[in-house]
């Protein structure tokens, strides 16, 4: 989780030019599939593959809603674009956090 929010914060300042897509959403998505893949190996010889999955979808929805934040603050976004994006990326992230827990929970029963 950690490693998500690092990922998320610096990552996308750092590497906004180069992050494929133009919403910032989808910019964190891509920094969370680099984060969350290596930390779902090691966690799934401990955990199993369902805690593995419910981490990856986990840190992808918290690295994409972190780097969402980053709308609107540069000049090439508007209030109209940043509301489209929101209204799209946040109920997907929503979504993507309780299937994650939802899978770490069966995952803890397995």
Not at 43 to 68: E, H, K, P, Q
């Amino acid at each position: 989780f950690l490693a998500s929010v690092v990922s998320a914060v610096l990552g996308t300042a750092a590497l906004l030019p180069w992050l494929p897509g133009r919403a910032f959403s989808l910019k964190g998505a891509w920094l969370g599939i680099v984060v969350a893949v290596p930390v779902a190996l090691v966690g799934w010889s401990y955990a199993g593959v369902l805690a593995a999955l419910g981490w990856i979808l986990i840190v992808l929805a918290v690295t994409s809603f972190l780097a969402l934040n980053f709308t609107g603050s540069t000049p090439y976004t508007s209030l109209s674009g940043v509301r489209k994006e929101m209204r799209l990326a946040v109920p997907l992230q929503v979504a993507a956090t309780l299937a994650g827990m939802t899978l770490l929970f069966a995952g803890g029963l397995v």
